[in-house]
């Protein structure tokens, strides 16, 4: 079995736009948020942003489309130091995007656009040199890539998460 080594994190990348409010909203009518920010998310790309954080080195494998949001997402996470050689962008795909609103309490409230054009096909992964990861990462946003990798993973004797 395969032991240390670089982390592998399958699944999606998102850019969530967060605004901080009083309270969750209970009726359709404008609410004021009191600040606002652009982080990364989804759970691939968080993974591989907290293994990059501390140390270690994270490949994401994952797809965004080739609009502005994509790019910004790609830009994010290489400054993070995440290796996204295996982040497909898929043209005319759109990114997948969040409006999150967080209350004083930390409650939250999520509305997600899962992106839209992104191939689920997972044929292009690079998993003929899944033996070099010490583990393997995926998430179930991405089902068919998660699969792939995680058997691949198995075969080569790479744990899996």
């Known amino acids: 079995m395969t032991t240390g080594g670089p982390v592998a994190c399958v699944g999606i990348a998102v850019m969530d736009l967060v605004f901080d409010v009083e309270t969750l909203p209970h009726e359709p009518i404008k609410h ?6 652009e982080v990364g998310g989804g759970p691939a790309a968080t ?3 907290t293994v990059a954080r501390i140390g270690g080195e994270a490949h994401l494998w994952a797809r965004v489309g080739d609009d502005g949001w994509g790019q910004r997402i790609l830009n994010d996470l290489q400054a993070d130091g995440v290796r996204t050689e295996a982040v497909r962008q898929i043209t005319n795909g759109k990114s997948s995007i969040s409006a999150v609103m967080v209350d004083r309490r930390g409650e939250r409230m999520i509305v997600n656009f899962g992106g839209q054009g992104l191939d689920h096909d997972p044929s292009w992964l690079p998993i003929d040199g899944i033996s070099q990861f010490g583990a393997v990462l995926g998430d179930l946003r991405w089902l068919q890539g998660t ?3 995680l058997k691949a993973a198995r075969q080569a004797g790479v744990p899996g998460v």
Do not use: K
């Open 32 to 37: 004021f948020a009191s600040d606002y920010r």
């Open 47 to 49: 993974g591989a942003v």
């Open 147 to 149: 699969q792939r990798a």
